[in-house]
Every structure is written in structure tokens, then in C-alpha cells.
């Protein structure tokens, strides 16, 4: 079955960085559109980033300039570089996937999601 593993969460002060890593199993990666979603406590889960089985990425709007999506598909995995940190970034980081090819990166558009990792950002 398909399963996808989070890890690199941990504690950060403003400012700083860090790097998620999602890697997958149980599915032809590289046919997947792949993502990067959030969630805090008490609201809704958000999507962070996404990058397409062609190599297109798309960014939230609170994200842009400070957070980078990227693939390896000959290791099956996504990353996620998140720099200057922000208290508001805190949350927990869930890697997503679909085999669907429309551009569309709502929680509904995906079938499959990590245990999640979390991310917290001190001030």
C-alpha cells in the first residue's frame, strides 16, 4: 500500500530554518503530483507547496520567497526548505499525493497523506 513518511520537523527560533523530507513507497512516484500542506492547532489544513509530475511548482502566497519545494524521483522523495521561520509557520506539516494531473491543490484533491511531522517556530 502507499505510504509516505515525514521527517526534519523539530523546534527553531525565528529566523532560522529547516528542511522536511516526505519519501513514498507503494506507488510510481514520478506519476504523482506531490505537496506540502499545514495545519495549527484549531484551524483548517492549509496548502504550503506543490510540485507537479512535470516539474511545475506552485507556492501559497504566504509562503513565496521563503519556502522551496523540490523532487527526487530516483529516491522517491519531496522536500520541503522552509527559511526565515516565523512563529506563524508553527504547525504540523503533512506531505500529500495524488495521481491526478488537474492543477488543483485543495485537501479534497488528494488521496493520500503522512502521518505528519511537526514544526515549531519559537520567537
Known amino acids: 500500500q502507499v505510504q509516505l513518511v515525514e521527517s526534519g520537523g523539530g523546534l527553531v527560533q525565528a529566523g532560522g530554518s529547516l528542511r522536511l523530507s516526505c519519501t513514498a513507497s507503494g506507488m510510481p512516484f514520478s506519476m504523482y503530483r506531490m505537496a506540502w500542506f499545514r495545519q495549527a492547532p484549531g484551524k483548517d489544513r492549509d496548502f504550503v507547496a506543490g510540485?507537479?509530475?512535470?516539474?511545475?511548482?506552485y507556492y501559497a502566497e504566504f509562503v513565496k520567497g521563503r519556502f522551496t519545494i523540490s523532487r527526487d524521483n530516483t529516491k522517491n522523495t519531496v522536500y520541503l526548505q522552509m527559511n526565515s521561520l516565523k512563529p506563524e509557520d508553527t504547525a504540523v506539516y503533512f506531505c500529500?499525493?495524488?495521481?491526478?494531473?488537474?492543477?488543483?491543490?485543495?485537501?479534497?484533491?488528494?488521496?493520500?497523506w503522512g502521518q505528519g511531522t511537526q514544526v515549531t517556530v519559537s520567537s
Open positions: 500529500a499525493a495524488t495521481p491526478s494531473l488537474l492543477p488543483k491543490w485543495g485537501v479534497e484533491e488528494f488521496n493520500y
Open positions: 510540485v507537479h509530475r512535470n516539474g511545475n511548482i
